[in-house]
């Protein structure tokens, strides 16, 4: 072993290398200098024959040798059924229009609706389609044009690649770069090369935040695309063919399972749901119908859609026997209810569309009048509800209070006694939830254990009916039918199911007042509640009949609560606006008596 050479300076001989720097120094800091005087200080590292200045000439450097192996392509695990994409939302969208149709061979079954309503369906669907703001691509078209464009891309790369001298001929032309450079004024390409510069950079940021913002907001489906789509093309339907429908009567089909809408998946054949990823199964399986308010919502926006953009008018509702089904079976009213509540309608200018704007206009006596007026957007349905609910508060005041009519000719004298109508309003309600036939619907809390023979044995035919019978072929139900038939000993003793508006007839009507003056007129005295009164209670007469009529038009009793007093306000400024132009005539009818006196 060599010995180790000491420091000139210092005599060390304990040496170290700097790995940032490669200088070598002893340990007392002192740096060998790669001079041609220092030269034998430093023939242990490395053999000298730079100039004084030159530095750093123990630095270590690494070399990477890389090998030519080409690495395998990664395979992907996806499954290849499944369609993603605009091939994904347009497999989708014939999902959907397969249970448009099944819809529509409901309805035709369960209504008993002309054939007609297919073709009308059908073309309204259609009207769908084109206004959405995504529309649903020509999936097969544009598959076929990827496919062969990418074939015919990867033809014509290979014969440029081939034959470069081919396809740099024009860029090698020597008297087009002549003559370019000829004319090119070198200030002018300087300002352009700028601009260019600053155009392509904005471009780019922009391209950037675009791309960004698209893929933050992207959405498989939006709100526009869901299976509730398809209940507001039956809505339109309906309207169009004047059929006296509401909104209600789709939900209680739905929950029911007599129309398809929840879990229709099972309805799908196995060839159309092995396509489909997660988010498409997602949006096809609603847990839950749809709102009353929900359906309207996409409802009304069809119908403004189709008008503004094809004028196709949608006609107005066919309010009569809309009108009496809300008397009868919802309030278990008479036809003195139903004359009252449809003069009210006509007093409260109710637009009895799909959406206000398809309706006149109100009449604007004075410039500060409205064109329209609040909740005028809301369902027909409701807005009857709401309309007949005033009417019952100005002939019974509904606050705890009697009132009775002092003339015979008063309409409310037509009507039952207040004692005994709320006492059989209660009957009625008790009844329907007792007798109803969709009390199994998701939204109703039933308790097995508080069932008795007669429901357990329903609530077990309604699940053989919804969760198996459709799974089956009609055959193999024959079979289990004929030859293995369920008998329920308690089948003949089930209750008959009682009309809840029959339970109103029979009742006594309102007496009439005689030389009584404490009691109060119907419509004396008249209260409005403060909907957004947070702190404040409803009568309990009044809160028994909102609680009756929000549940069976579909809504939250705050809501028609909000209706009411809207509606009840508008009255009253009727009422005095007619006193006032009654007022005024009086007036004007007294100055002309007078000039004709004086004359």
């Known amino acids: 072993m060599a010995p180790r050479r000491k420091c000139p300076l210092c005599g060390s001989k304990q040496w170290h290398k700097d790995s940032s720097s490669g200088l070598v120094a002893c340990s007392e800091g002192h740096v060998i200098q790669a001079s041609a005087t220092s030269c034998h200080l430093a023939r242990n590292f490395r053999n000298e024959s730079g100039e004084t200045q030159d530095l750093g000439n123990y630095t270590m450097r690494k070399r990477i040798l890389k090998s030519g192996r080409k690495k395998s392509a990664r395979q992907s695990r996806a499954d290849p059924k499944l369609y993603h994409g605009e091939r994904a939302r347009f497999h989708y969208y014939q999902c959907l229009q397969l249970v448009l149709r099944k819809q529509i061979a409901a309805l035709i079954a369960l209504w008993d609706l002309p054939p007609e309503f297919e073709t009308v369906c059908r073309d309204i669907w259609g009207l769908h389609l084109t206004l959405l703001p995504r529309p649903p691509p020509a999936e097969p078209y544009h598959h076929m044009r990827e496919q062969k464009g990418s074939d015919s891309d990867t033809g014509d790369t290979k014969p440029s690649l081939d034959n470069p001298k081919e396809s740099r001929s024009d860029d090698d032309d020597p008297q087009s770069s002549s003559s370019s450079s000829e004319e090119e004024d070198p200030e002018l390409a300087e300002l352009l090369r700028e601009n260019s510069e600053l155009s392509s950079s904005d471009e780019e940021k922009d391209h950037t935040s675009q791309k960004q913002g698209v893929q933050s907001n992207y959405r498989f489906v939006s709100a526009y695309d869901r299976p509730v789509n398809c209940i507001a093309v039956l809505v339109v339907a309906c309207w169009t063919m004047r059929l006296p429908v509401m909104y209600k009567d789709f939900i209680d089909v739905i929950e029911s399972y007599e129309l398809p809408y929840l879990d229709f998946l099972r309805l799908l054949s196995s060839d159309m749901t092995c396509h489909l990823t997660k988010h498409a199964v997602r949006a096809l399986s609603p847990h839950f119908a749809p709102s009353t308010l929900y359906i309207h919502r996409f409802a009304s926006r069809l119908a403004k859609r189709i008008y503004a953009n094809y004028g196709v008018f949608t006609p107005e509702l066919n309010a009569s026997p809309v009108l009496w089904r809300v008397v009868q079976q919802c309030l278990g009213g008479t036809p003195t209810l139903y004359g009252l509540a449809k003069r009210l309608g006509y007093i409260l200018s109710l637009p009895l569309t799909l959406h206000h704007s398809l309706s006149p206009t109100l009449r604007r006596i004075a410039p500060d009048d409205p064109d329209v007026q609040i909740y005028d957007n809301i369902p027909p349905e ?211 008596l007078f000039d004709g006196m004086k004359d």
């Open 382 to 592: 409701l807005a009857l509800v709401a309309t007949a609910i005033v009417v019952l508060k100005l002939v019974y005041g509904l606050d705890g209070k009697l009132r009775l009519p002092r003339d015979v000719k008063d309409p409310a004298s037509a009507l039952p006694d207040v004692r005994g109508y709320l006492s059989a309003f209660r009957i009625m309600d008790e009844a329907d939830d007792r007798h109803n036939e969709k009390r199994f619907s998701s939204k109703v809390s039933m308790p097995t254990g508080d069932m008795d023979l007669a429901t357990i044995d329903e609530f077990l035919d309604f699940c053989e009916r919804v969760l198996i019978q459709s799974q089956r072929g009609e055959s193999d139900q024959q079979i289990l039918d004929n030859y293995f038939p369920l008998s329920t000993e308690s089948g003949d003793a089930r209750p008959e199911a009682i009309a809840p508006h029959s339970i109103i007839e029979g009742l006594s009507a309102t007496k009439i007042n005689i030389g009584e003056t404490t009691i109060l007129q119907p419509g004396e005295s008249y209260t409005i509640y403060h909907s957004r009164d947070v702190l404040g209670n409803l009568p309990e007469e009044q809160a028994l009949i909102i609680t009756r009529s929000a549940k069976w038009v579909g809504v939250s009793d705050d809501y028609l609560c909000e209706v009411v007093e809207r509606f009840e306000r508008r009255l009253r400024r009727w009422y005095y606006k007619e006193r006032r132009r009654e007022k005024e005539e009086k007036e004007s009818e007294g100055e002309r």
